[in-house]
């Protein structure tokens, strides 16, 4: 079992879904999503990247320019 903690926003992918980590956010009350759910309560601008390779590094690229404050 992973570590758990207060005051965070447990999100779920649907491999996980009933798994020991899942069940034990849910007793101890703490806010879950499923992941698609999750993505439905962000307000603004949505990006999606997909692909076979360099989601990881694109993903990174895409968060790095939205970080600088002159764009």
Sequence with gaps: MGTILEDYVYI???AFVGGSDHLEV???GYP???Y??????LDG???AVSGT???T???SLIAHLFKDERI
């Design 12 to 14: 779920v992918g649907s």
């Design 26 to 28: 849910i007793k101890r």
């Design 32 to 34: 879950v999503y499923r």
């Design 36 to 41: 698609n759910e999750f993505l439905n309560t």
């Design 45 to 47: 601008i949505g990006i």
């Design 53 to 55: 390779h360099g989601k």
């Design 57 to 59: 590094t694109i993903t």
